[in-house]
């Protein structure tokens, strides 16, 4: 007849001690004590009835609602997607440059891509506005502010989505461009009718992320000096911030970009869940 173990259970606790599920809650219980306590601390240094009449005054919000969305959140929509199209277009034949067979157009794709990722965004608006009509002084972008607005978040985005549509033209499985050859179908046919259109469904939750981050990044826009009628929600916020002497627009632009920033990151983590998913 066997003996019974006498080695002890992994939730025992020591003697004279506390078992590690114990101690576990213990913890717990210590973070979120400590979390009401800097909550409490907070709430009890704020100076509510200021907070209130400066960031939640509703006369000053409906002054500068209308306008909010007729001019602000139309002309931010219209840089955003805008500077998309552009960047989605750039970003793939770059893509397509850094996969070719000829060394040079790997260089181009390699060197655009380590510069337009490495110089900060703002930068960029900042030689688009002053240092592109000094160098071309002939050029003029179609609708001055908005075609800058484009080639500034467009050039931008671009170094960022070639990344994003190389790997996805390396996820695709070697035999789809194989086997299309084989048929006798051209290289560039097989490309665009086979590989990119599959390489594009796989990068679609990474250029919803872009999407995101253009709509951010469109307000820098106000750097390339623009009228009443060209702001965006950033410029906007300030501008009637500094009209009414009270920061409650800024606050509204704020809420505004969360209104769609917020849907849209939902949006791409439930592309990647699924994404995941059908893996």
Do not use: C
Request: glycine share 8%.
């Amino acid at each position: 007849m066997s003996e019974p173990s006498s080695s002890p259970t992994l939730t025992a606790a020591p003697p004279g001690g506390l078992s590690p599920r114990r101690r576990q809650q213990l913890s717990r219980g210590v973070q979120y004590a400590i979390l009401v306590v800097v909550i409490a601390v907070i709430a009890l240094l704020a100076d509510w009835r200021e907070i209130s009449k400066s960031f939640f005054n509703f006369t000053v919000a409906g002054e500068g609602m209308p306008a909010l969305f007729t001019v602000a959140l139309r002309n931010t929509v219209i840089y955003t997607l805008s500077g998309f199209v552009l960047g989605f277009a750039l970003g793939l034949v770059l893509a397509l440059m850094r996969q070719s067979s000829v060394a040079p157009y790997r260089w181009i794709s390699a060197a655009y891509v380590e510069v337009f990722r490495g110089l900060p965004a703002l930068l960029i608006f900042l030689m688009i506005g002053s240092g592109l009509p000094l160098a071309f002084p002939e050029l003029t972008l179609p609708g001055d502010v908005y075609g800058k607005a484009a080639l500034g978040l467009g050039l931008v985005s671009a170094a960022y989505m070639a990344e994003t549509f190389r790997a996805g033209l390396q996820a695709v499985p070697k035999g789809q461009m194989e086997a299309a050859r084989s048929l006798g179908m051209p290289y560039m046919r097989a490309m665009v009718s086979i590989v990119i259109p599959q390489a594009i469904r796989i990068v679609i939750p990474p250029l919803t992320n872009e999407l995101v981050l253009l709509f951010k990044d469109s307000s820098l826009v106000l750097f390339l000096g623009v009228t009443a009628a060209q702001v965006e929600l950033a410029k906007f916020g300030n501008d009637q911030a500094s009209t009414f002497a009270n920061p409650t627009p800024i606050l509204v632009s704020g809420l505004t970009y969360l209104i769609i920033t917020i849907p849209l990151g939902y949006v791409a983590r439930r592309l990647e869940a699924r994404k995941g998913a059908h893996r």
